[in-house]
Nanobody, 125 residues
C-alpha cells in the first residue's frame, strides 16, 4: 500500500508559478510510475503529466506542455509538479496518482490504484 499526500496549492495570479508536491508513505515511490491529474470546477478529472518508471519517460498533456515540469526526488520519496506561466484555465484540484497497471493507460485515471486527497490551485487576478 502507498499513501499519497499532495501539498503546495494556493492562489496565484495569471502568469505566476507554483510547485505542488506529492509525498509518499508506506512504500518507496522510486519504482512506481507517478502521474498528476487535475479536476477543474464542474468538469471531469483530466491527465496532466506522468513519470513512467519502467520506460524512464515523461509525458505531458498538450494543454500544459512547455509550462509544467514533473520531477522526482527519490531520497525524499516525493514527486513534484512545477507549474509556470499559469493561466486561469489551470484552476483545478490537483491530484497525484501511483500504481499504474499498464504504461499504455497512463492518461486514464481509472488505471491508477493509489490517489492523494488533492490540493487546490486557483489562478486568478
Amino acid at each position: 500500500q502507498v499513501q499519497l499526500a499532495e501539498s503546495g496549492g494556493g492562489l496565484v495570479q495569471p502568469g505566476g508559478s507554483l510547485r505542488v508536491s506529492c509525498v509518499a508513505s508506506g512504500r518507496t515511490l522510486s519504482t512506481y510510475s507517478v502521474g498528476w491529474f487535475r479536476q477543474p470546477p464542474g468538469k471531469e478529472r483530466e491527465f496532466v503529466s506522468v513519470f513512467l518508471w519502467s520506460a524512464g519517460r515523461i509525458y505531458y498533456a498538450d494543454s500544459v506542455k512547455g509550462r509544467f515540469t514533473i520531477s522526482r526526488d527519490n531520497a525524499k520519496n516525493t514527486v513534484y509538479l512545477q507549474m509556470d506561466s499559469l493561466k486561469p484555465e489551470d484552476t483545478a484540484v490537483y491530484y497525484c496518482a501511483a500504481g499504474l497497471r499498464y504504461d499504455s493507460d497512463f492518461e486514464r485515471s481509472s488505471a491508477y490504484n493509489y490517489w492523494g486527497q488533492g490540493t487546490q490551485v486557483t489562478v486568478s487576478s
